[in-house]
């Protein structure tokens, strides 16, 4: 924590990752700092290949960077072994992917209940999906859902173990513009009500209004970092 300051979520410190195929190279992260303060909405933009999921992914413990450290809350994720990476991703960590996976042979409810199930410390099945905006479809297949429902669902999925952080690599990519905001709009409301850190991969520059903070990617490096003083609702978005 940085004194009189905001807790932070996640710290990280000189961040190399390569991957090495062959006798290919790519050099995915460039020595990334980064801080990211716990209840910030953070956006990612940049080209095609330039690491935002790379680096979302190492956040995530879904992958090690190469050299650097990573901490969060204070505690150093790249000091952890495979088992401690599995504790901290059950934990502490929601994730949210362009494509669902929700399961189709069970309802809204049943799928979020996979999660409640197993969660320390879980929210109602029926609370987390009313908190985005879905308590009335509860008893609906995914395949009785429209594609923005379907990610709202995995928005209740992936909050209802009240993980500290949702980490979300392009969550409206799969949507037009109206669902992609209404899916938008159940982060925010996680973040309001919840508290939840959000990272929000995207290949959609208007997302950036909503976010506290806009990391901007080039090449493996944080080219800029913008802060907005007055993020938008996203139904104020120009999509
Ligand atoms: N498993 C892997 N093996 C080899 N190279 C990889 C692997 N994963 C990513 N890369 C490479 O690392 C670089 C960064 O990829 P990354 O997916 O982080 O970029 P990105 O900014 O998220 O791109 P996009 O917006 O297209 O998703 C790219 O050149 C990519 O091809």
Redesign the pocket.
């Known amino acids: 924590m940085r004194a009189g300051d905001t807790p932070l979520a996640f710290r990280a410190i000189g961040l190399s990752k390569v991957?090495r195929?062959g006798e290919t190279e790519?050099h995915?992260l460039r020595g990334v700092d980064l801080e990211i303060a716990a209840g910030d909405v953070l956006v990612l933009l940049?080209p095609?290949?330039?690491?935002?999921?790379?680096l979302l992914n190492i956040m995530g413990g879904l992958d090690r960077p190469t050299g650097g450290q990573v901490f969060f809350e204070g505690e150093e994720l790249t000091g952890l072994d495979d088992a401690g990476l599995t504790r901290f991703r059950r934990s502490h960590v929601g994730f949210i992917f362009q494509f669902y996976n929700l399961i189709p042979s069970l309802t809204a409810e049943e799928n979020v209940r996979l999660v409640t199930d197993i969660a320390e410390r879980p929210l109602d099945p029926l609370a987390a999906l009313e908190l985005v905006g879905l308590g009335d479809r509860r008893t609906h297949y995914p395949a009785q859902l429209s594609g923005g429902e379907q990610q709202r669902v995995a928005v209740a999925r992936a909050i209802a173990k009240q993980p500290e952080v949702l980490l979300c690599d392009e969550p409206t990519g799969a949507l037009d513009s109206a669902t992609g905001v209404r899916v938008l709009e159940a982060l925010v409301r996680v973040n309001h009500e919840l508290g939840t850190t959000l990272v929000i991969?995207t290949?959609n520059s208007g997302i950036a209004a909503i976010a506290d903070k806009v990391l901007h990617?080039l090449d493996g490096r944080i080219a800029r970092i913008e802060t907005n003083d007055n993020p938008v609702d996203p139904a104020g978005i120009v999509w």
């Open positions: 991957y195929t790519v995915a940049g095609s290949g330039s690491g935002k999921s790379t991969i290949h990617f």
